[in-house]
Each structure stands twice: as C-alpha cells, then as structure tokens.
C-alpha cells in the first residue's frame, strides 16, 4: 500500500505540473503574441528604424515561438506518447518545425538588434543558440532511438521555450518591488526602472529556468527513471 501511495503521489504532481504549464503557456500566447503581429507593433516596441528587416524577423520570431509554447506541453502528456504516438510526432515536429527551428534562427536576429541593452543581447543570443542547439539533439537523440536522451533534451529545450513565460512574471515581479524607490531612487523616470527590471527579468527567466532543469534531470537519473508525468 505504501509503495502504492508513494507511486502515485508523485504521478500526480507531474499531471498537475503539466497541466499548469500548458495552461500558462496557452495564455501567454494568447496575451503576448497578438500584440506582435498588428499593425502598430513598433509602436509598442523598440525597433531599430534603420533596419528595415527588425520588425519583420520579430514578427516571425513572435510567431514561431509562440507555436512552439502553444504546442510544446503537449508532447510531455504520457498518455498521448503511449495511446497516440502518431499525435505525438506530429505534435514534436510541429514544436521543432514550425515553432524552435524558424524561431531561434530568427531570434538571434531579433536579439542582436535588441534597443534593450548589451545584456539583453547576449543573454537572448544565448538562449536562441542553446535552444536550435538542445533541439538538434532531442532530434538525433529520437533518431538513434535513444528515447531516454531525446526526453531530456527535450525537457532541456522546453525549459528555454518556458522561458518567455517566466519572463512575462518576473517582470511584473521587478516593477512591483521598484515602485517604492520611483519617486525617491528613479526621481519619477519610470523608464530606467522598467529597463532594470526587464534586464533583470531576462537573466532572470532564462538562467533560473535552465538550472532548475538541471537540477530536476539529476535527481531523476540519482532516482533511476525519467518517465512520464501525465
């Protein structure tokens, strides 16, 4: 009975883990792309006007990327990967496809031609080469039919798609914990503020992502299996 217990209690936090990404993942979809593909997008974001190409490669990397975040929780459903794996390779060639191959390559792009800063730049480039590159090795990995590899590479480039997630919550967090200094530290500039904390932000979503990823891969190789959640 208590093995029992003990089996199931964690299946059940890894649907529940699961479920909740896919739903915050669906609604930052829904809340953030949209606003890159209407007309007056360089409006709202910073665009270099003398690079006629900026705003089109956003579009598409605003796009791609977010196929690969509405699609991308699905393919850690085990049920979908036992009773329909059919469902499940159109599923992940969907994510590389449509969603991580266009929308790294175009990231890079986007994120050397960021107005945000030097650390911005470097920490997105990072980010677009570690996810083509966790990609490609999720992608070897299932044609090797190495299956237990190709999930952790997967995971691992999931954790970098997730990323635009966190980013969104831990931006607001950063604002928030500033508005106290607004007057005072800021002199009522709101602008250096919210570029401390969109810097802040950025690292933050991306570094903390692929750590605790790490992290969760080593504990489940020290425990013997890295099967499914759901």
């Known amino acids: 009975m208590t093995a029992t217990l003990d089996t199931r209690r964690p299946a059940r936090r890894g649907r529940v883990t699961v479920l909740v990404v896919a739903i915050l993942s669906v609604a930052i979809v829904l809340y953030a792309v949209p606003a ?88 997105f480039v990072l980010l677009d080469v570690f996810w083509f590159y966790s990609a490609l090795r999720a992608y070897r990995a299932v044609r090797a039919r190495d299956f237990a590899s190709h999930q952790r590479w997967m995971l691992r480039n999931f954790a970098a798609t997730f990323a635009a997630v966190n980013l969104r919550v831990y931006l607001g967090l950063f604002i928030a914990v500033q508005l106290p200094l607004l007057d005072g530290y800021y002199g009522g500039d709101f602008e250096p503020l919210f570029d401390l904390a969109y810097t802040a932000a950025v690292v933050s979503s991306i570094v903390l992502n692929l750590a605790f990823m790490e992290i969760y891969l080593r504990r489940k190789a020290t425990r013997g299996t890295l099967e499914p959640t759901t």
Request: overall charge positive; charged content about 10%.
């Open 36 to 123: 890159y593909l209407v007309p007056d997008v360089d409006s709202r974001v910073g665009i270099r006007e003398d690079v006629p190409f900026h705003l089109p490669f956003l579009v598409v990397h605003a796009a791609t990327a977010g196929i690969a975040l509405l699609v991308g929780p699905f393919q850690f459903f085990a049920s979908i990967r036992r009773n329909h794996p059919k469902v499940h390779r159109v599923i992940g060639c969907v994510y590389l496809l449509a969603g991580v191959l266009p929308g790294s390559i175009s990231g890079i792009v986007v994120a050397v031609l960021t107005t945000a800063g030097p650390i911005p730049l470097v920490t």
